[in-house]
């Protein structure tokens, strides 16, 4: 069993739609979350990084983390074809345990259709 | 401010050759991780350099090699390449990787053949 588990989709959704991500983990010992997306033939980029369970927003994006659950989500709300990427969880372990390595969720491919 | 950079971006190599990857981080940044990523098994964590010190290593074969300079920028080495070397290797770079957030490069997409 992978220690974070992501819906590979593909996920198709019509502009202007709420998307909802997920990813569970099963290491209680990550503490930091964060959301990248990939576009084809690029880099990740940073979305959002969270620590603390709750809910984080950065203007069409929420990032939710559950600890209790080990389940983190990240909404996006009036999708636009422009977010049509690839979504990648990531989580790190406590600090001073791991330098430097996220552990990546596989990914999910979300196509928004004009 | 400058992003990650990394070259070259392409590459093709034979089964048996060795190849070398450059990263040069943003400015101030002192970390760089290296990641393979590939469709069957995602993104996964090779190594962490950090003031030339390599602090943390995953679990792939000791072909898989690098360094960091005085200036930070890092090299990843692949020796005896197979095929299933084939993947899109990528560099991140942070401040100090446990307390900030890690800022990818395009990264380079290597073919074996």
């Known amino acids: 069993q992978k220690e974070v588990e992501q819906d590979p989709g593909p996920l198709s959704v019509p502009e202007g739609a709420i998307v909802s991500l997920n990813c569970t983990y099963s290491?209680?010992?990550?503490?930091?979350f964060m959301w990248y997306r990939q576009y084809s033939r690029k880099g990740p980029e940073l979305l959002m990084y969270t620590y603390s369970s709750g809910n984080k927003e950065d203007g069409r994006f929420t990032a939710q983390v559950d600890k209790s659950s080990k389940y983190i989500s990240l909404f996006i709300r009036d999708s636009q074809p422009s977010d049509s990427a690839t979504y990648l969880c990531?989580?790190?372990?406590?600090?001073?345990?791991?330098?430097?390595?996220?552990?990546f969720g596989q990914g999910t491919i979300l196509t928004v259709h004009p | 401010k400058a992003g990650v950079t990394q070259t070259p971006r392409y590459l093709i190599k034979t089964r048996g050759q060795q190849v070398t990857l450059s990263c040069s981080p943003i400015?101030?940044?002192?970390?760089v991780s290296w990641y393979q990523q590939t469709p069957g098994q995602g993104l996964q964590f090779l190594f962490e350099?950090?003031?030339?010190?390599?602090?943390n290593k995953g679990n792939f074969p000791g072909r898989f090699s690098g360094r960091q300079f005085s200036n930070s920028r890092s090299e990843m080495n692949v020796s005896t390449l197979e095929l299933g070397d084939s993947a899109l290797y990528l560099c991140?770079?942070?401040?100090?990787?446990?307390?900030?957030?890690?800022?990818f490069g395009p990264g380079t997409r290597l073919t074996v053949l």
């Open positions: 350099y950090f003031s030339e010190t390599q602090r």
């Open positions: 991140a770079s942070s401040r100090d990787s446990e307390k900030s957030t890690q800022y």
């Open positions: 990531a989580m790190k372990l406590v600090w001073g345990t791991s330098y430097g390595k996220l552990t």
């Open positions: 400015s101030g940044h002192r970390s």
């Open positions: 290491n209680s010992a990550f503490q930091y």
